[in-house]
């Protein structure tokens, strides 16, 4: 249900990694609101379905883009595209995430790679693409989707908890250059969500512990045991917040890191 105080109506927003979880999960919640949908996704086939799925759903315009965040010339042409195509731009939600799960000694120099270029790189091309389409309005929202471990960390996950670290650095220095333009930056910082991105997890997680645990063990303990809540967080509890972000009544929220994780960071 639609907050009183939330309205996108005439709003365009993008959304990375669009296809599933979060991303699939923010897109709906944004167009309940009103706003006009733009999904990227790797998987340019899978956001088509999930954006046509918002379409028949909520009536608001909806349509998905194939994009590889961690190229900036792409980034660039398809937000330019959404531009062309809905009119403008209004809101960013960059949710492309990867991981990878390994002992510091053991992490693969090329899973480094490619874990930060879509959870830090990815971040940056996606605000500088946007950033002029904004200007222009003279009205921006951008939501990073962060982590918890952009707050605390954990073993095993060198490059994730890095470039989640890294994302609330760019999320402030970017809320600070925003301001003076009427855009707004902020990082969402979700424990554990219920994903895909989660689950695949299990094994390499079972193998960090040494074996000898099943998969819910083994997400339990990397998990839940960190969690007061002791539950794992829907993926609309991260939209919604994300759909406050995008309103004008959180125009004063900028260069912030929202905790939505069960209490994890209160450790």
Known sequence: MRAGFIDLAGRVSIVTGGGRGIGAAAGLELAKAGSDIALFDLDGGEAGIIAGKIARETGVKARGYAVDVRKADVLRGMCDAVAQDFGGIDHLINNAGVQFVAPLAEFPDDKWDFVTAVNLDGVFYGTKAVWPHMAARKRGRI???????????????????????????????????????????????????????????????????????????????????????????DPEEVAQLCVYLCSDAARSITGAPISIDGGWSAH
């Open 143 to 233: 939501v990073n989707v962060a982590s918890v471990h952009a707050l605390v960390a954990s073993p095993y996950k060198p490059a994730y908890v890095a470039a989640k670290h890294g994302v609330l650095g760019l999320t402030r220095a970017s809320a600070l250059e925003g301001a003076p333009l009427g855009i707004t930056v902020n990082a969402v910082c979700p424990g554990a969500v219920m994903t895909d991105l989660v689950r695949k997890q299990a094994a390499q997680l079972q193998q960090s512990y040494g074996g000898g645990i099943g998969a819910e063990e083994a997400l339990a303990r990397a998990f839940l045991d960190l969690m007061p809540t002791n539950r794992f967080i």
